[in-house]
């Protein structure tokens, strides 16, 4: 199983699919917001969405995105000694 990151419009979405499941991932307005949809679905189900007010939550939530906060986290780091 990979998360695959892609920034879109401002937004960084980190994808990644488990148990026949489409996870997406995106921090908005203050929380981690997830999508999630079942495959064998189809378009006929639009999917749920979650929200965790921090990435330590959602991994005890979600197993699919455990380790996530390691691989956000560094990069967070990273851009804020950058810009300060």
Do not use: C
């Amino acid at each position: 199983m990979s998360i695959i990151s892609k920034t879109v419009e401002g937004s960084t979405y980190y994808t990644t699919t488990s148990r026949g499941t489409v996870y997406s991932l995106r921090y908005h307005a203050g929380q981690w917001e997830l999508h999630s949809k079942r495959l064998a679905l189809g378009s006929s189900s639009m999917g749920s969405f979650r929200f965790f007010d921090s990435l330590h939550d959602l991994e005890a939530a979600v197993t699919a995105f455990r380790g996530i906060e390691k691989l956000i986290l560094p990069a967070t780091t990273t851009a804020n000694a950058i810009w300060h």
